[in-house]
């Protein structure tokens, strides 16, 4: 829906729009995550529900021009609740020839295209793999291009401050982006601010940035190529404080929060890996909070050193992809025998080994639940969306430390670096988190179990009367002394599973969002969470009776799920792998479900999950 207003001279036309979409594109040195962030919290501050995609090139230094090295910022921002970035792309922002080439089939028909034409000489196109030059071939015919010198205006705006070339040609972004505002009608003020404080230590390129970026806005207003701007009203959020979060910044702060209701330390133990390597940069910023942060210098010393300070009595976290899961995997193995509390956030990407660092995946959801030698049980949760990351890092941490186990936590690239606007809670809405060391040396014995939880004691390193045995071998029951008699290790292997199937109690029951029965019901977990959203919101406006069950429990699964499944006369699981929760719903609870699974590097769009709905009921049965 849209409407159009009349403005003051100087703008022509101002078209009032619901939502779009716009992504910006070019080489990984040219700005475009920076560029897209500040679009984002530009209008994240107007008060727009916005969902955000980040797209990294997975070569770290891929030639400039080329394909492989482009990286793309999405962003899709709104008068209405969203829940994914966007389908189809409303405007694209290309820095290059390979930008346009690996975004332009993503743009929509009569959509606008910003090209920066001053990179479109015959050498880029090379670089690009380019036989003609789109700008010329009648390729773009079906969108609104504007072929704008982005690298010669900005050095025009720039030329007076002193600045050689190169310096000059890394403010081109800002030209962009000041188009972009002048375009939907946003205030620069946010960004100028961003600037001054980002730049303090280099006020000439604090100038040159807030130059490139009016100088942007001016060339809209001057020109007479834009007729139309465009804008977007503010959505009705619930009220309340709003910042705008990543998945990994969320992660971050959940962890701290717990601490602090637990009255703990927290520690973090971790060695870098995209795409988590931001919480233990986020995690860093926190020492007067009572954090500890530790860069190890691998993947195993990172856990076990968790592991010590689990051990020592602090709230203990370690980070990583899934190749690092792999190789912390016996370390795993060490946490479920000595019973202490751990979180381990899995950040999927694709794989396997290396795979597509900087791409999405969920595929160690199986890996999650039975990687490890043995039987080595591990409750497993998973985030839905950015914000939710928050919250299912305090709820790992209250399960962690209430059962003396460690969790798994799920999330991936498309979550950890994506955004959303994130309403602050108040101390209160968040649950406290009793903890309990062991004191008393009186009948103290290391492995005697709470009745309802079957936690063993916490007992600190050091305190009096409280000696006990810590390790990998097999645990005598209630003594916790070294034991290798086969009963005794078929008890402990038993119990410890009990004590994973004992957290089903504080799983609480899912209900389905749609229809609470009928003719699908689509069960999803991680991040497809806001794309079945939209796709099941779209297909019961159209009279389909669907229901969506999103899973943030996935071991234990919720105690009701089986008899939630029996409700509906088809199963979708819509999975970004080759079909996991899919094998394990169909092992346990013996339904007849399908899946839909999309194993790209890339999040699932609205529109395959719509046409897989259709595909499954049939275009007739819609009512």
Known sequence: MSTLMDVPAGKTKREVIDQAVIRFAGDSGDGMQITGSQFTNTVALYGNDIATFPDYPAEIRAPAGTVPGVSGFQLNFSSEEVHTPGDSIDVLIAMNPAALKVNVGDLKANGIAIINSDSFKESDLRKAHLTTNPLEDHSLDKFRVFPVELQRLTRSALQHLGLDAKAMDRCKNFFALGMCYWLYNRSMEPTVRWIDDKFKKKPLLAEANKLALKAGYSYCEATEAFQISYEIPPAQLSPGLYRNLSGNQALALGFVTAAKKAGLKLFLGSYPITPASDILHELSQYKDFGVLTFQAEDEIAAITSSIGASYAGCL??????????????????????????????????????????????????????????????????????????????????????????PVIILSDGYLANGAEPWRIPSVEEIPGIPVRFATDPEGFLPYKRDPETLARPWAIPGTPGLEHRIGGLEKQDVTGNINYEPLNHEKMVRIRAAKIDAIVQDVPNVLPSGDPEGDLLLVSWGSTYGSITQAVKAERAKGRKLGHLHLRYLNPLPANLGDILKRYRKILVPELNMGQLLWVLRAKYLVDAVGLNKIQGRPFKQNELEQKIEELLGRQEAR
Request: with cysteine.
């Open 316 to 405: 203990a976290i370690t980070s990583t992809s899934g190749p690092g899961m792999a190789l912390k995997t016996e370390a795993l193995g060490l946490a479920v025998m000595t019973e202490l509390p751990l979180v381990i956030c899995n950040i999927q990407r694709g794989g396997p080994s290396t795979g597509l660092p900087t791409k999405t995946e969920q595929a160690d959801l199986l890996q999650a639940l039975f990687g490890r030698n043995s039987e080595a049980p591990i409750p497993v949760l998973a985030a839905a969306t950015p914000g939710d990351c928050f919250w299912i890092a305090v709820e790992a941490s209250r399960i962690a430390l209430k059962y003396m186990v």
